[in-house]
């Protein structure tokens, strides 16, 4: 019976582990639960953020609804980080290929490359790639920010690549080029689907800081009707002039995280299988 209490006793460790988690996930959950609340309320009932869903009215949603543009600011959100990751998907794995496997200087000199893209700022040459841009008369449409999305995207994707296509054994395709297999029927239909956990770490990773970003669009976008969601929310930050309607602008925070939400509660499972798979693997 002693040895039963023992067993079942949770050590004061595990007491203050427990308790650090909770207050770590309020500190972080909190700030949503404030925007949620405030996302509810009437222009005229801003008081204290802190008196949590005093007021329930759609106003707020409407508003921010109808003033971005959602259905089109949504499309443009859709196919500027669907079109983004796609290229990315495809050419990272094709750039870390012939690094995972060739072992000689050449092959070495350029992982170094790559990595040296994750040490430099893309906002500290902003300038001469608009510049640069201009001058080649790129037009300035929802596309146009892909580019800088794909360029800064590489470094990382093609590390991540290289580094779990190293544990990808060589024997299977050997076996597939003694078959009679050519380099992209092996690339594409053996390597690939090996390659699903550092596909979905790519997505997660690279598809939210893509979504999230509005300087690249905001930079490149002069047409108010190919701006990305996060660049149609900025308009209700105010100014001194007009200062901003704080329920409206988290209205349009949560309008803008929601296809998130959907789209990660829909794809969880493959989400989550992928890393599992990662992890298993390594």
């Not at 990808?168 to 090996?194: K, W």
Request: charged share 10%.
């Amino acid at each position: 019976m002693v040895k039963k209490y023992k067993e079942n006793r949770i050590s004061p460790g595990k007491v203050f582990l427990y308790i650090f988690i909770i207050v770590f996930c309020i500190i972080i959950i909190s700030p949503l639960v404030i925007v949620l609340s405030s996302s509810f309320r009437e222009k005229d009932n801003m008081m204290s953020p802190l008196l949590l869903f005093q007021q329930f009215s759609l106003d707020s949603y409407k508003a921010a609804f109808t003033k971005m543009n959602y259905p089109v600011a949504l499309l443009n959100s859709l196919m500027t980080t669907g079109g983004s990751l796609a290229i990315i998907i495809l050419i990272a794995p094709m750039a870390a290929y012939p690094m995972a496997r060739m072992k000689t200087r050449l092959s070495r000199g350029l992982y170094y490359f790559f990595i040296a893209g994750l040490i430099i700022p893309s906002q500290m040459v902003i300038v001469p790639v608009a510049q640069m841009i201009g001058r080649l008369n790129v037009p300035n449409t929802r596309f146009t920010p892909m580019l800088m999305f794909i360029t800064c995207s590489l470094p990382f994707s093609t590390f991540l690549f290289t580094g779990f296509m190293k544990g990808v054994p060589q024997e299977i395709e050997e076996a597939a080029h003694m078959d009679g297999a050519g380099l992209c029927r092996r690339l594409f239909s053996i390597v690939y689907p090996l390659l699903k956990p550092a596909i979905v770490s790519t997505v997660i990773t690279q598809g939210l800081w893509i979504w999230n970003d509005y300087f690249y669009p905001m930079i490149f976008i002069s047409k108010s009707n190919q701006y990305s969601l996060p660049v149609a929310m900025i308009q209700f930050l105010g100014d001194k002039e007009n200062p901003a309607q704080w329920n409206i602008l988290f209205a349009a925070c949560v309008l803008c995280a929601l296809p998130l939400i959907l789209g990660f509660s829909i794809l969880q499972k493959q989400f989550i299988s992928g890393i599992a798979a990662g992890a298993l693997k390594g």
